[in-house]
């Protein structure tokens, strides 16, 4: 099918061919029945049901009028006729592939699509303040092609996946790290980096990231909104710190709210004026961050309580050595799920914890960790692996076998590989932890 549109004001002129044979991807339909031609010119009837040929590929009814070209041959072949004059595809139209890479921006979007031959359809930069517009414009390239689109993991892609998703007939997740060493040394342009989404999409090489549901989602946000209230914090305790060292007054071990007041009703009369406003200012501002972080707390526990799905295997593995309701949500949020990986080595990669690899012929070496994935869940297993050698004997005679070869940072960082592994394995047996059967490699 081809048709060609001219002045939406004037007269429309459109060509419709329904071939005996053909080929879906050059635009031929099968109808069974012969070469059946519609030449110009051609009725009105005929003209709305040409344009309305791509609601029939989506499934939805042609309407028709009574003894037009369109309604010739009662539905054989391609159509069936239902009342009304009503016409109906026997099956839907299979539309051409249409790639499509979109380079995402806090501004814009750059949008770059080809067909599977390698022809270039899409070129087009768009405002993302105007969703509406982002919104309309999927909505037309989906009724003319089968949209299979791509868009690279920036921190910011959740709103262009749950608009764009419902209008595609697929969207992937690109891992943007290996998209870019992909890229070779194609010059960094916006529209250089949707094509080479586009290129990977149609070469089916597409490195893709995973996409968490909205539930989980959420549960991710709650973790890292109280991640980001805990390091403000702990940069207030520092300044107090600080301006402590700055006056040689040494304050308390433990800097919270409670045993700061204490400290600097003690001290008031040996501190400058300027000093006592800093120090007012700053513990006003950590008790605000405190009661926020409990405030957080309560609703991360009352969030996995309610959900199910959360609650069973985060509850298997808080009872792990230096694990607790917080370490637990937090490996299991950002994980997406324990039992997902079906080897320890898969989750140990793919957060971070799997050391570098360089390798050539007859040489081997290993370098420091890769570090890939998120951040928070490598920080929040180190400190639980503290807390283990802190309070669990077996553990911490292993530490200190390891610490004797190894140094306490590289010691500390295995553990809490070993302690990631262990979590993997009791959501893949869905057993409860058992002290005796821990295992070191």
């Given at each position: ?157 959740q709103w262009f996946w749950d608009l764009v998703r419902p209008l595609v007939a697929e969207l992937h997740l690109a891992d943007a790290s290996q998209v870019r060493a992909a890229a070779g040394r194609l010059a960094k342009t916006d529209m250089n980096d949707a094509a080479t989404l586009a290129r990977l999409l149609r070469q089916k090489s597409l490195p893709t990231a995973f996409v968490p549901d909205p539930e989980l989602r959420e549960l991710r ?119 997902r990986f079906d080897e320890a080595g898969e989750i140990v990669c793919y957060t971070g914890f799997a050391p570098r690899t360089f390798q050539s012929a007859d040489t081997c070496r290993h370098g420091r960790i890769s570090k890939a994935g998120p951040p928070i869940i490598r920080k929040c297993l180190i400190n639980a692996a503290w807390t283990a050698v802190r309070s669990h004997p077996l553990v911490r005679r292993r530490f200190e076998r390891w ?39």
């Open positions: 099918m081809m048709f060609v549109e001219g002045d939406r004001t004037g007269r429309i002129e459109m060509e419709l061919r329904l071939m005996g044979s053909g080929d879906s991807h050059s635009g031929r339909l099968f109808s069974g029945e012969g070469l059946s031609h519609i030449a110009r010119p051609v009725s009105p009837a005929t003209l709305r049901f040409v344009a309305e040929l791509p609601l029939a590929a989506c499934g939805q009814a042609i309407r028709a009028v009574r003894g037009s070209a369109a309604t010739q041959g009662r539905g054989k072949g391609l159509f069936r006729k239902r009342s009304r004059g009503r016409l109906f595809l026997k099956e839907p139209l299979m539309l051409e592939d249409l790639f499509l890479g979109n380079d995402l921006h806090k501004d814009t979007i750059v949008l770059y699509g080809e067909t599977a031959q390698g022809e270039i359809l899409v070129r087009e930069t768009l405002p993302t303040r105007c969703k509406n517009q982002i919104r309309d414009f999927f909505a037309e390239l989906s009724t003319r092609y089968r949209v299979v689109a791509a868009v690279e993991s920036v921190g910011f892609y946000a709650l973790i890292r909104h109280r991640e980001r209230l805990r390091r403000r914090a702990t940069s207030t305790k520092n300044s107090m710190r600080m301006e402590m060292n700055k006056l040689g007054l040494p304050g308390p071990r433990d800097l919270e709210t409670g045993t700061f007041h204490k400290w600097f009703t003690g001290q008031y009369e040996k501190i400058g004026l300027v000093a006592r406003l800093a120090f007012s200012q700053l513990a006003d501002h950590l008790a605000i961050l405190e009661r926020q972080i409990l405030a957080l707390d309560d609703e991360l526990e009352r969030k996995i309580e309610a959900t199910e799905r959360f609650r069973v295997p985060i509850m298997r593995i808080k009872d792990l050595p230096g694990f607790g309701l917080l370490t637990a949500a937090v490996t299991y949020a950002e994980t997406g799920g324990l039992d610490c004797k070869t190894r140094g306490k940072k590289k010691s500390i960082v295995k553990l809490a590989a070993h302690m990631l592994v262990w979590a993997w394995a009791l959501e893949k047996k869905k057993t409860a932890f058992d002290p005796a059967r821990l295992a070191f490699n």
